[in-house]
């Protein structure tokens, strides 16, 4: 596909900034490929997005349907976010200019990771095995399916409206980041590294089973769960770039039987229970539609209804609520929050054993009262920065052990690809 055929709308990175939003743990279905593009699936179609300082570029694949245009829902009378919640924000000067991460950290790993793939090569003779290329310089190849953004000017709108939609870009991030920052000086702070996250407006079904697939888990293993339901139980959607891509299951699709035995089986552990549970529960006593109508009721009510689910608590309840609910007051809770809590906010907590569910609430009131309608996307920068600085500590420890393994006969080989696969995985995070 050509250049020209990319379809792009104006957006400054400080409104909105791909490469944190789509992989700090709001959606599990985007990857980026070795040419910079994003790839994943929403509102039924697969798409392709990139960057630049100031536009958003995309491509849209698969065929047209209505159940895609419905399931969008672009006017959704719930959906009143934007400068009318804006008006009773402090307005403050301008933040910082944005601090973007060193390159040191990419430089080094670079080196090392090349000085490994040295060693490893005078290495193979002796160990009588190929080992893995660390990267790849081949350009990703472009699928024959058509996209579909080729068709009209309707169509064209129709898809801008979507991304609009599900990136809520109707709300003023900027003015937002101003107003956290007059109240809150530990958000000052911290703001000036993380710009442009936003809170993803995503299909609640395909949310709410998402995050009952995020309980004690990780991003990498929740995603390639994510990614098990829809291979199984979604509608095959487009091939592209050697990747066939599906939608996200209906909810009477995770009703089928056997369900629960079948998720066992590909490694979804106690989460295979709660999926085919909920699903069911739905099914028989709600309708596929209940999810969506709990936009139109207030937070507190559509957070009670969600915690009536089999296995679903107050972390999953309020992850849908903020996430697709747009209930933006919305502040889930989980480790990474009661830490940042306990060391820069409600010190008085520490002595706290373990967050129970009246330290929840107190915790979710406190950041609703300092960073008022918008609580919960606030959460998300804070949220994010403490991610960041996680996997960095991770990619630092990796860097070492390559370095040990640079000093020594690499003799153990799956030692070595999994080093260079943390490598791989946190070095696209920290660029």
């Known amino acids: 596909m050509s250049s020209a055929n990319w379809k792009q709308f104006p957006c400054n990175k400080l409104e909105l900034c791909l490469d944190t939003v789509l992989v700090c743990g709001q959606s599990f279905r985007w990857r980026k490929n070795s040419s910079g593009e994003w790839l994943g699936v929403m509102a039924g179609y697969v798409w392709r997005l990139k960057q630049s300082d100031d536009r958003i570029l995309y491509q849209v694949y698969g065929k047209h349907n209505t159940a895609a245009r419905e399931s969008a829902d672009i006017n959704d009378k719930s959906f009143k976010l934007g400068q009318s919640n804006l008006n009773t924000l402090y307005e403050n000067e301008a933040l910082k200019d944005p601090k973007i991460v060193k390159n040191e950290v990419k430089q080094l790993a670079q080196t090392t990771i090349k000085g490994a793939k040295t060693k490893a090569s005078t290495k193979r003779s002796n160990a009588k095995c190929k080992l893995p ?26 898809f801008s409206s979507l ?7 109707g709300v003023d991030l900027r003015q937002l980041y101003k107003s956290w920052a007059s109240k809150d000086p530990y958000f000052n702070q911290v703001a000036s ?24 888990n990780n991003i990498s293993r929740i995603s390639s769960m994510v990614e098990n339901l829809c291979t199984n139980y979604g509608e095959f959607i487009t ?8 939608t996200f299951p209906s909810i009477s699709a995770l009703c089928k039987e056997n369900i629960e035995t079948h998720l066992r089986q590909l490694g979804f552990g106690y989460r295979a229970k709660f999926i085919a549970r909920i ?29 009536n689910l089999y296995g679903v608590g107050a972390k999953v309840a309020d992850c849908v609520c903020l996430m697709s609910l747009d209930k933006t007051e919305a502040v ?5 929050v009661w830490q940042i809590t306990l060391k820069h906010y409600l010190t008085k907590l520490q002595s706290a054993k ?3 569910d009246k330290l929840y609430n107190e915790i979710g009131d406190f950041y609703r009262s300092l960073w008022g309608p918008y ?35 690499i003799r153990n080989v799956s030692l070595y690809v999994t080093l260079v696969s943390i490598y791989q995985q946190h070095l696209p995070w920290m660029s």
């Not at 994010?384 to 070492?400: I, V």
Request: proline residues 3%; glycine residues 2%; hydrophobic residues 35%.
């Open 239 to 246: 091939r592209l770039d050697e990747t066939d891509y599906f």
């Open 163 to 169: 991304l609009h939609n599900y990136f809520q870009l």
């Open 279 to 307: 699903a069911r529960e739905i099914t028989e006593n709600k309708s596929e539609n209940w999810l969506r109508s709990l936009r139109d009721r207030p937070y507190s009510e559509a957070k009670s209804e969600l915690l």
């Open 332 to 336: 889930p809770v989980d480790t990474h």
């Open 375 to 409: 609580a919960g996307w606030a959460h998300s920068v804070l949220f994010t920065a403490d991610l960041r600085h996680n996997k960095r500590k991770e990619l630092n420890t990796s860097l070492m052990m390559i370095n040990i393994c640079q000093e020594m006969t």
């Open 133 to 158: 290329q660390v990267d790849s310089t081949s350009s990703h190849t472009i699928d024959s399916s058509p996209a579909v953004n080729d068709v009209s000017l309707s169509d064209d709108d129709h």
């Open 193 to 216: 590294n993380f710009y442009g996250i936003r809170i993803l407006r995503q299909d609640p079904v395909e949310n709410l089973f998402s995050f009952v697939c995020s309980s004690n």
């Open 354 to 356: 373990s967050l129970t």
